[in-house]
């Protein structure tokens, strides 16, 4: 995996210098919408668990909220799709992307949108995201060298390449 390749496990003392607590892992909080069904969802924990990032789970905004002011979030990939709470359905992305950019250990964020009806809302949304704080915007169905590929470059950019594999 290109990911794994690229990135390097560091002694403790590097992990303090790149912004992470030297005992802990990469955590990564994966807010799921309607692609909680996708073979990649499933596949995405355990691909990434020997490469050094730990992925907590949120099956809505409330639980991702929770999640955030409990866990240290190192990267977030939140699918716009993600309800408010489970009895709720009504699309809470964007409220998401804007309380973790209020969070003072700000993590990268990586917004997963569904497919658009028109290239009008396709550049609308797009640009919402990107205007709101999102570090890229990957498209549904995603695919598992575009998530890797999107990982390490948010790795590389604000976390030196490095952490702590282990």
Same mark, same amino acid.
């Given at each position: 995996?290109?990911?794994? =390749?690229?990135?390097?496990?560091? !002694?403790?003392?590097?992990?303090?210098?790149?912004?992470?607590?030297?005992?802990?892992?990469?955590?990564?909080?994966?807010?799921?919408?309607?692609?909680?069904?996708?073979?990649?969802?499933?596949?995405?924990?355990?691909?990434?668990?020997?490469?050094?990032?730990?992925?907590?789970?949120?099956? =809505?905004?409330?639980?991702?909220?929770? $999640?955030?002011?409990?866990?240290?979030?190192?990267?977030?990939?939140?699918?716009? =799709?993600?309800?408010?709470?489970?009895?709720?359905?009504?699309?809470?992305?964007?409220? $998401?992307?804007? #309380?973790?950019?209020?969070?003072?250990?700000?993590? !990268?964020?990586?917004?997963?949108?569904?497919?658009? !009806?028109?290239?009008?809302?396709?550049?609308?949304? #797009?640009?919402?995201?990107?205007?709101?704080?999102?570090?890229?915007?990957?498209?549904?169905? #995603?695919?598992?060298?575009?998530?890797?590929?999107?990982?390490?470059?948010?790795?590389?950019?604000?976390?030196?390449?490095?952490?702590?594999?282990?």
């Amino acid at each position: 995996m290109r990911l794994a =390749s690229n990135i390097q496990a560091t !002694p403790a003392t590097a992990d303090a210098d790149a912004g992470l607590p030297a005992s802990r892992r990469l955590n990564l909080l994966l807010g799921e919408g309607a692609w909680r069904g996708d073979a990649l969802h499933d596949q995405l924990p355990g691909v990434l668990k020997p490469i050094g990032i730990d992925v907590l789970r949120a099956q =809505s905004a409330r639980a991702a909220a929770q $999640v955030a002011e409990q866990t240290r979030i190192h990267i977030a990939v939140i699918d716009i =799709s993600i309800p408010v709470d489970e009895t709720h359905a009504v699309e809470a992305g964007q409220q $998401v992307l804007q #309380l973790l950019m209020r969070i003072p250990a700000r993590p !990268p964020v990586v917004v997963v949108r569904p497919p658009q !009806p028109s290239q009008r809302a396709s550049a609308r949304l #797009l640009s919402d995201a990107l205007r709101g704080g999102a570090f890229a915007v990957l498209d549904r169905p #995603l695919q598992l060298e575009a998530v890797l590929e999107v990982l390490r470059r948010v790795v590389q950019r604000h976390y030196a390449g490095m952490w702590r594999a282990g």
